[in-house]
């Protein structure tokens, strides 16, 4: 319940902060746009990437930023004068992102409906596993022991514009020369985005379980990651 309420904190003040919005909602749709007009691709290929942006930003644009924000604001005392840990803390931060990141998805899978598209349900667990893990992957990010959510957002573009390019989105991982189907394989998005294509009725390039067992193991990782790196980091924001 602790964690719940965080979460309920952190919905109401920071989703319409500017870097959400923007790193959120517009970025992906201008992505989207620049990639769709003038190319003739199949609708199926497009509204697979649409969604594995809309996921992914919009997944890492709320917990980047709620650390240096309840440092600038002087809010952070209050959550340390209360009897929660840094894991219930890390906990409520998740909730709250991937929230997000799963509303947002709502958007692009509604919009392959009106457009006859019935992505198969597999696709529902899979966006639930991909927002929280790439929840945990934005408490990385936030990590950074500064109360500048500017600093924040500026090391987070620097991970995520790479990450959009290598994980097949653009460019499926089948057509990748040898060297990028390796690189690919270190994103989070690439498993996700290998789900998302199968759903929308395109070939994966590995076997759907085997996404989710990756893309779990990624989750893990930031998840525990984020947990140590904040403990270290919270009583320096002071």
């Known amino acids: 319940m602790k964690c719940l309420a965080i979460a309920k904190k952190d919905i109401m003040m920071y989703y319409l902060k500017g870097p959400v919005v923007i790193f959120g909602i517009l970025l992906p749709l201008f992505l989207f746009l620049a990639f769709w007009v003038g190319r003739d691709l199949p609708l199926n290929f497009l509204m697979a990437g649409l969604l594995s942006m809309t996921v992914f930003f919009a997944s890492t644009s709320v917990s980047p930023v709620i650390a240096p924000w309840e440092g600038q604001m002087r809010t952070l005392e209050r959550l340390l004068v209360c009897p929660v840990s840094t894991s219930t803390i890390i906990f409520g931060d998740v909730i709250a992102s991937l929230s997000f990141g799963i509303c947002m998805s ?89 789900i998302a294509r199968d759903s929308f009725g395109m070939n994966s390039f590995l076997p759907i379980y085997l996404d989710f067992i990756i893309l779990a193991g990624f989750s893990i990782g930031f998840l525990v990651s984020a947990i140590k790196l904040h403990e270290h980091a919270l009583l320096r924001r002071l």
């Open 106 to 194: 709502l958007i692009p899978l509604l919009l392959a409906l009106c457009l006859g598209f019935t992505p198969n349900p597999v696709i529902i667990p899979a966006i639930l596993l991909a927002a929280f893990c790439f929840s945990c992957l934005g408490l990385l990010f936030s990590a950074y022991p500064t109360n500048l959510p500017s600093t924040v957002m500026m090391i987070s573009s620097l991970v995520r514009f790479p990450l959009i390019f290598i994980s097949g989105i653009f460019i499926p991982v089948q057509e990748l020369p040898a060297w990028g189907k390796a690189v690919s394989m270190i994103s989070p998005l690439t498993y996700f985005t290998d």
